[in-house]
C-alpha cells in the first residue's frame, strides 16, 4: 500500500504570512494531485505535477513534485482568509488505476 | 449546475439498517469513483467504474458494500447491515476519460451517521 503523509496536520497563521505544507512517500507516484476541500464540499483540484522536478505556479501558490517523484510541497504567499481550507495531496499509481490521498493538512488563515 | 450531485445529503441509520447512496455524475463522463471519508482523515478509495463495469473493488471494505451503475450514468453505494464503523462521508467523482487521466470532480458527499 503506497502512504502518502502531509505535514503539518494543522496550521493556523495571520494573513500575510508566508506557508509551506508538505506531502512525503516512500513511493513513487506517475503523478501527483493538489486539492482543496471546504467544510460540506468535496474536493477541488487545484494542480497536477507529472515530472520531478516541476513547479507549477497558480497565482499565490507554488506547487513542486520532488525530483524523484516521491514527495510534493505547496508553498503560498500572503496568505489570505479565503485561502482557509483542507489541503489534501493525492498520488496516482497508473498501474493500480486509483488515487492515494493523504489526510491533509487543515489550514486557517485568520484576519 | 453540471456538476456532481449526491443524495441524500446527510443520512441517519440505526445500527443493522440498510442504506442507498446515489451518485448522479458530469453527463457524459466515462469514469465514475467512490470514495470513503473518515473524520478528520484523507478520502480512501472504494471502487471505480468505466461506464457500467465495475472494474476495481478493490477498496470496498466488507461485502456489506456494494455499488452499482447499471446504465453507465448514475451509481448506487449501497451498505447492508450498516454498523459504526460506516460512519463517514461518502464521496463520489466521476472523470472525462479513463483511469486518472483526466481530472476527477467531486460530488459534495453523503454524511453517513450509524448510532
Known amino acids: 500500500t503506497q502512504l502518502l503523509e502531509q505535514s503539518p496536520q494543522f496550521l493556523s497563521i495571520q494573513e500575510g504570512e508566508n506557508l509551506t505544507v508538505y506531502c512525503n512517500s516512500s513511493?513513487?507516484?506517475?503523478?501527483l494531485q493538489w486539492y482543496r476541500q471546504e467544510p460540506g464540499e468535496g474536493p477541488v483540484l487545484l494542480v497536477t505535477?507529472?515530472?520531478?522536478?516541476e513547479v507549477k505556479k497558480l497565482k499565490r501558490l507554488t506547487f513542486q513534485f520532488g525530483d524523484a517523484r516521491k514527495d510534493s510541497s505547496l508553498h503560498i504567499t500572503a496568505a489570505q482568509p479565503g485561502d482557509t481550507g483542507l489541503y489534501l495531496c493525492?498520488?496516482?499509481?497508473?498501474?493500480?488505476?486509483?488515487?492515494?490521498f493523504g489526510d491533509g493538512t487543515t489550514l486557517t488563515v485568520k484576519p | 449546475g453540471a456538476g456532481v450531485s449526491q443524495s441524500p445529503r446527510y443520512k441517519v441509520a440505526k445500527r443493522g439498517q440498510d442504506v442507498a447512496l446515489r451518485c448522479d455524475p458530469i453527463?457524459?463522463?466515462?469514469?465514475l469513483f467512490w470514495y470513503q471519508q473518515a473524520l478528520g482523515q484523507g478520502p480512501e478509495f472504494l471502487t471505480y467504474?468505466?461506464?457500467?463495469?465495475?472494474?476495481?473493488k478493490s477498496g470496498l471494505p466488507s461485502d456489506r458494500f456494494f455499488a452499482e451503475r447499471p446504465e453507465g450514468s448514475v451509481s448506487t453505494l449501497k451498505i447492508q447491515r450498516t454498523q459504526q464503523e460506516d460512519s463517514a462521508v461518502y464521496l463520489c467523482?466521476?472523470?472525462?476519460?479513463?483511469?486518472?487521466?483526466?481530472?476527477?470532480?467531486f460530488g459534495p458527499g453523503t454524511r453517513l451517521t450509524v448510532t
Open positions: 467504474f468505466q461506464n457500467e463495469a465495475q472494474l476495481d
Open positions: 467523482a466521476s472523470s472525462l476519460g479513463l483511469l486518472n487521466s483526466y481530472e476527477q470532480y
Open positions: 513511493s513513487v507516484f506517475s503523478s
Open positions: 453527463s457524459g463522463h466515462v469514469s
Open positions: 493525492a498520488g496516482e499509481d497508473t498501474n493500480a488505476g486509483k488515487s492515494t
Open positions: 505535477v507529472v515530472t520531478g522536478g
